[in-house]
């Protein structure tokens, strides 16, 4: 298994542009989130899906948007990037609701000029 | 909204010396706590999940424990080594996680 894999792990972005944070697993899991690291901080869930056309909203939602049209796959959308989006991404599955050990990608990490 | 703070931020030990890394948090409604573990510049590695009805985990030189009346977790690391040097994160809640900002540790040899 691959595991939970993320594309790109490296992008630079001009405001106002627009991109796709790409996340992916082979592990069946019906849970999947976005989060983002900042410096000093831990981290915030951005969005989540708990399963295949079911997403919602976490702590820092706004300029982003997800879709979840397969198990597999859970992309994030940055709309119109600003600065303030410039962040270290991360991409997470679990198998279940509750006690069950969450997965990370290894990180996208973005800087909006 | 879950609040975690980990105290301290940072940590230098040298090798040998066993680790104790604190982790508290406000709602103790929690369906588990998980530490994780963060190199520089890579994901989270996930090493120890406490259930809410467990007090405590272990594996290998790790011991976590949980005391949810008082809103805390420990994280023990055992005989610290120079590869143990990294940030150890500790989350709160089911899929949805609440996480502080985590101890930057560094073992020196």
């Known amino acids: 298994n691959a595991g939970v894999t993320q594309t790109p792990k490296f992008q630079v972005l001009k405001t106002g542009q627009s991109m796709t944070l790409q996340c992916a697993q082979d592990m069946n899991h019906e849970y999947m989130s976005w989060y983002r690291q900042d410096p000093g901080m831990g981290l915030r869930l951005i969005h989540y899906?708990?399963?295949?056309?079911?997403?919602d909203q976490g702590e820092v939602p706004n300029g982003y948007n997800v879709s979840r049209s397969t198990t597999e796959d859970f992309p994030l959308r940055l709309l119109s990037a600003a600065p303030s989006q410039t962040s270290v991404y991360f991409c997470a599955s679990s198998y279940g609701r509750a006690q069950e050990t969450q997965y990370f990608g290894p990180g996208t990490r973005l800087l909006v000029l | 909204k879950q609040e975690v703070t980990q105290i301290p931020a940072a940590l230098s030990v040298p090798e040998g010396e066993n680790l104790v890394l604190n982790c508290s948090f406000t709602d103790s409604a929690i369906y588990n706590l998980q530490w994780f573990r963060q190199d520089p510049g890579k994901g989270l590695t996930s090493l120890l999940l406490?259930?809410?009805?467990?007090r405590e985990q272990t594996s290998g030189r790790l011991n976590a424990s949980l005391d949810k009346s008082s809103g805390r977790s420990t994280l023990y690391i055992a005989a610290s080594q120079p590869g143990d040097s990294a940030t150890y994160l500790c989350?709160?809640?089911?899929?949805?996680?609440?996480f502080g900002a985590g101890t930057t540790v560094t073992v020196r040899a």
């Open positions: 899906s708990v399963g295949a056309g079911i997403t």
């Open positions: 406490i259930q809410s009805s467990q």
């Open positions: 989350g709160c809640g089911d899929y949805k996680l609440s």
